[in-house]
């Protein structure tokens, strides 16, 4: 009766024993398929993604600063602008906006670069490139003194280059105006 | 015989035991593994991801229009030459400039104007290095001809100012160099 009742119980332990054999065939494969995963082998192109999208996307450096931001500017944004932009603004190591190519909400496409903050005028903008939205065409270098030190401008059906001078002591500035047809001051 | 035969197969049970908690516990420290690795615990910038590579990076405003781009050109898209790079888009969804390379070896920036505004073609700002190094910068008008120009090209530079009369059909360009300040008049194409 011993015998017989010590015989069911290894052999029930025998039957729950071979039920957890599959494991163990089970769990190496299971384990390579999320290696091989993790490190792409099992895609034809490994780690590139077909597309991304996303509202905004930064670039940080080895010491983690942001040094380019893709997006919309946020709403609560500290640098005043003339209008709210989206585009690529590109940041020094000071983690300062320092130019960007963006299109606004008045109609303008602009590429700008600045100054370092605290060099020259407090406007920061310093050389850029601009189409309004009636399309008319500006061409800059400014410079820290503040105002337009050369530029080229397309209006109308003409274009023309403006050279500016500002006089420190008296605080106006004097352009020399070349058109296609004359030179004017 | 039958306590011999019993005791064989006592000890290959405790033996597929002793396997069994074995693979218990790897699979646990799996587990535990994968999980610090999904929610970034195991890296100290967390949420950093230190390189993305796609074929397309498109960027939206809070409007879900997109306003930035950063791919190839599809074959789709009418220019010169196919270009890769980024195109930046105003807010009612029309492509407004970009900077990137071209299939033809020159590298470029380039702003237009809005659809609708001026000349059909609407390039109107841009600057461009050529396949054999030439530098232009340049202003076109609403007009669809160049207005002024920086040009870098050989061993000297030059600015060109031009103004088309419709009327007559006719471009003149204003050249100044170094050493000469000329004035052509073209027939406009």
């Known amino acids: 009766m011993r015998n017989l009742e010590v015989e069911a119980r290894v052999r029930k332990l025998e039957q729950r024993a071979g039920r957890w054999r599959w494991l163990l065939v089970a769990a190496p494969v299971l384990m390579m398929s999320i290696m091989l995963a993790g490190r792409g082998s099992a895609r034809p192109e490994a780690g590139i993604a077909a597309e991304i999208r996303t509202h905004r996307l930064i670039v940080l450096d080895h010491q983690g600063r942001k040094r380019v931001e893709i997006g919309e500017d946020a709403p609560d944004l500290d640098i005043k602008r003339n209008a709210r932009v989206a585009g690529l603004i590109i940041f020094d190591g000071n983690e300062q906006e320092r130019g960007g190519m963006v299109t606004a909400d008045d109609g303008s496409a602009t590429v700008a670069l600045d100054a370092p903050r605290g060099v020259g005028y407090r406007v920061s903008d310093r050389a850029g490139m601009k189409v309004g939205a009636d399309g008319s065409v500006l061409i800059g270098v400014l410079s820290n003194a503040g105002g337009f030190a050369a530029r080229l401008i397309a209006q109308g059906a003409e274009g023309q280059l403006e050279v500016s001078h500002v006089d420190s002591a008296e605080g106006g500035a004097s352009t020399r105006v070349i058109h296609v047809e004359a030179d004017s001051r | ?189």
């Open chain 2, 1 to 189: 015989m039958h306590e011999q035969d019993i005791a064989v197969r006592l000890e290959r049970l405790e033996h597929s035991l002793r396997r069994r908690n074995l693979l218990a516990a790897s699979m646990f420290a799996l587990g535990a593994s994968l999980a610090l690795i999904g929610t970034s615990v195991a890296t100290p910038d967390a949420g950093v991801v230190p390189e993305i590579r796609t074929y397309k990076l498109t960027v939206l405003d809070s409007e879900g229009r997109t306003r930035v781009q950063i791919a190839e050109d599809t074959s789709d898209i009418a220019r010169n030459s196919p270009a890769t790079g980024m195109t930046i888009y105003d807010a009612k969804g029309d492509e407004r400039g970009g900077i990137g390379t071209m299939a033809n070896g020159s590298a470029v920036m380039a702003l237009d104007a809005p659809v609708g505004v001026g000349y059909k073609v609407r390039d109107r700002a841009g600057m461009r290095v050529a396949p054999d190094g030439t530098a232009v910068i340049t202003a076109l008008s609403n007009e669809g001809s160049f207005a002024a120009s920086l040009v870098a090209q050989g061993n000297q530079g030059r600015l060109e100012l031009s103004r088309k009369d419709s009327a007559r059909g006719e471009i003149s360009t204003r050249v100044l160099t170094f050493d000469s300040d000329s004035t052509k008049v073209e027939k406009a194409p």
